[in-house]
């Protein structure tokens, strides 16, 4: 039972326009979220992360928004980059659940120029 | 800034074999998680150590076992290895400032050691 779910395994974006991946959850003790993009060949990195009492954090061109009545999270990147191209991680945290994180299948992003 | 190095890259064994991959923390990092990544697949937790204790366990087949040592070093041990093991297994590290918390540091990752059984 998939607990983290990036329905869409690839989407691909003009250069300088927004980019929105997308979460979705089921497990309700989730109360911390984070995304990490991955590139071939190389660990996941971490890119920004949210907790359960704020429904939006910001760092330069990433935005991660949460909707917790929908349990639905989503990365903005604006705008979008060529080095953007990787595949992204959805990853969630749980009070008093297992240590480790969750994550979703991935979503691979390609930016055209 | 040091990161999480693990070792081998690569590792081709064969079915029945055993293996043992290592993976170095971020320095002060105390706490280390092991995952598997399937072809196509999502990281999946196996499990973590905490200042040299288990922490928690996932879905780490009871063939496979691993210790966190004094210097903070990690070690999964694979035996009677399949050939469904074949995948990426990352470490990852972090310093755990909430002990139960999930509000810790993210964690960083290795560049993962890919193994194929044959």
């Known amino acids: 039972d998939q607990q983290v779910k990036q329905n869409s395994p690839s989407l691909s974006v003009q250069e300088g326009r927004i980019s929105i991946l997308n979460c979705d959850y089921t497990?309700?003790?989730?109360?911390?979220f984070l995304w990490y993009k991955k590139y071939p060949a190389e660990g996941p990195t971490f890119l920004i992360s949210?907790?359960?009492?704020?429904d939006k954090n910001e760092d330069g061109r990433f935005t991660v928004f949460l909707n917790k009545s929908a349990k639905h999270l989503s990365l903005h990147i604006v705008p979008s980059q060529p080095g953007d191209s990787a595949v992204y991680f959805c990853a969630a945290a749980g009070r008093g659940g297992a240590d480790g994180l969750t994550f979703g299948k991935g979503t691979h992003l390609i930016i055209q120029p | 800034a040091a990161g999480v190095i693990q070792s081998p890259r690569h590792l081709i064994k064969e079915k029945r074999e055993t293996a043992t991959l290592k993976c170095y923390p971020i320095p002060r990092h105390d706490t280390v998680y092991w995952y598997q990544q399937g072809p196509g697949q999502d990281p999946q937790f196996l499990i973590s150590?905490?200042?040299?204790?288990?922490?928690d366990k996932g879905s780490i087949p009871d063939r496979f076992s691993a210790q966190q040592f004094s210097d903070y070093h990690s070690e999964l041990n694979m035996s009677s290895l399949e050939l469904g093991d074949s995948a990426l297994y990352f470490c990852?590290?972090?310093?755990?400032?909430?002990?139960?918390?999930?509000?810790?540091?993210?964690?960083?990752f290795g560049n993962g050691t890919r193994l194929t059984v044959t």
């Open positions: 150590f905490y200042e040299k204790m288990q922490s």
């Open positions: 497990n309700s003790m989730f109360d911390y």
């Open positions: 949210i907790s359960s009492i704020k």
């Open positions: 990852a590290s972090t310093r755990t400032r909430y002990r139960g918390s999930s509000y810790n540091s993210p964690l960083h």
